[in-house]
């Protein structure tokens, strides 16, 4: 498969010079979570965060179900806003954006719907940080490979980000664009009933049918490594033991092929922390099977409620 990777990149350079041809769709995750409490009854805790990032890619296919990815760019800030410290006093607003008068301004925007919208954690802020950062470059700088059953492998990620000048230091993690490349191995496995094809399942949409076993233990581990920097102290998320997902298909407007799968397993990440919902949603033109939209709901939480949602999305914008 690695010398099959190559062999795909160097005939599109040489067949394409200086741009890649094919659709273009956006890939994006977003990340919320929130954590409050009294240790001993006296001592408060308050953790918040969220982070959103989207990057766009060209997809090219190769005609026998493979499709390359590549990096294009974006035309979308991304963010991360999270408490700081035990007790959540100190607020960091941290943005990518090649525009930093576009990047600064959605910081102030995140700032403002964060007092506005989550009192119960705004009110005890004393303290507030932002950084914005601008990418080194962008194109080419993370690939995968999708095949026809909507499975990413071999992933390629160069991405790097710089700080913009005169500001100081926020020293927490910002690796949301990281979290992203772990984001796309979620799609790890077949969306499809086993040696079935998405002309075969056309013709036969009303069907229901059950993954294979699925384990998203290294997905979820290196995405919080990612997120904050006390992961890399404690005990990785794991999942204790591998679930399956329930699908189902059928048409929509005549125009396109649904395919919807859902799982409660309520397997153990961390500690308390479970995975208790799982969803992924596939959209495909019927007139030619192109996956129009792919997304991926990861629902964690304990039974006090703590816990958050983790969403990920490929969408077709041409």
């Known amino acids: ?80 806003m999270r408490t700081l410290g035990f007790s959540g006093r100190t607020f960091a607003v941290l943005t990518a954006d090649n525009s930093e008068t576009r990047g600064k301004a959605r910081s102030i925007e995140l700032k403002d719907y964060f007092l506005l919208k989550v009192p119960e954690y705004s009110k005890f802020i004393k303290k507030y940080y932002w950084n914005n950062f601008s ?59 086993e040696n079935t094809t998405i002309s075969t399942l056309s013709e036969s949409p009303e069907m229901k049918w059950t993954s294979k076993y699925i384990d998203l233990s290294n997905v979820l581990a290196q995405s919080a490594l990612y997120s904050a920097s006390i992961f890399k102290r404690i005990k990785p998320l794991k999942q204790e033991k591998p679930f399956r997902v329930n699908y189902e298909s059928s048409f929509s407007e ?16 961390f500690k308390s922390f479970r995975i208790i919902n799982f969803l992924r949603e596939v959209k495909i033109r019927l007139k030619d099977h192109v996956t129009v939209s792919d997304s991926i709901i990861i629902d964690v939480y304990n039974k006090t409620g703590k816990g958050g949602r983790f969403t990920t999305n490929l969408n077709l914008k041409k």
């Open 135 to 193: 990418f080194k470059r962008t194109r080419g700088d993370i690939s995968f490979i999708r095949n026809r059953d909507g499975i990413n492998h071999h992933l390629k990620y160069n991405l790097w980000l710089k700080r913009s000048p005169g500001e100081k230091r926020v020293k927490i993690n910002f690796g949301i664009y990281r979290i992203l490349g772990e984001v796309i191995k979620a799609y790890n496995h077949s969306f499809l009933p």
């Open 1 to 80: 498969m690695k010398k099959f990777f190559i062999i795909l990149i160097i005939s599109i350079i040489y067949l394409n010079p200086g741009t890649i041809t094919g659709y273009t769709y956006e890939f994006s995750f977003k990340i919320t979570g929130d954590a409050r409490g009294k240790i001993l009854i006296i001592f408060p805790y308050r953790v918040f965060y969220t982070a959103e990032a989207s990057l766009l890619f060209s997809a090219t296919p190769d005609g026998k179900g493979n499709t390359l990815f590549m990096l294009t760019g974006t035309d979308k800030t991304g963010y991360m």
């Open 254 to 269: 005549n125009s396109y092929l649904i395919i919807k799968g859902s799982a409660n397993p309520d397997v153990s990440v």
